[in-house]
């Protein structure tokens, strides 16, 4: 298996918390979405947007991997985009991470006030290969995938 480590950013490893959450059975194409729609937020903030997308409050923007997403009303202005989803299930795992995250950063004496997502990235993980037996003594392939979640937060 190949070695993993997190991306080389210039970055004092005293001023910042990182987590990572590796094979969580969770779509990539969601986890980019959610990812992409954080990056940058205020971990404080990021959290409450992710709890309104929970409770289908306000609908996460699809910019990569819309095919099939339907306009929602409810999508705010900022995004300029349109089509958008509420993905449950990855916003679960993002918001581990990024609470493992600022757990981390809260033992190094961190404050959480101040704390912005750095860097939030998602990759694909291994595929967990199944046979699912079919009729007439046959059997069908059946893959799981799973995704990698890293997390840096520091101080503004």
Known sequence: MAAWNYPILSLDDSRVGKA????????????YNVCKAIRGMNVKEAQAFLQRVMEEKEALPYWRYDH??????????????????????AIK????????????????????DKLKVVHIAAHK??????????????????YNRTSHIEVIVGEV
């Open 20 to 31: 990572v959450i590796r094979n969580a059975p969770v779509s990539i194409k969601d986890l």
């Open 68 to 89: 099939g997403a339907s306009h929602k009303s409810n999508i705010s202005r900022k995004w300029k985009v349109k089509s958008g989803r509420y993905p449950k299930k």
């Open 93 to 112: 795992y993002v918001n581990k991470a990024l609470e493992n995250a600022l757990a981390n950063a809260q033992g190094k004496g961190l404050d959480e």
């Open 125 to 142: 993980g291994i595929i967990i290969k199944r046979f699912m037996p079919r009729a007439f003594g046959r059997a069908t392939k059946k």
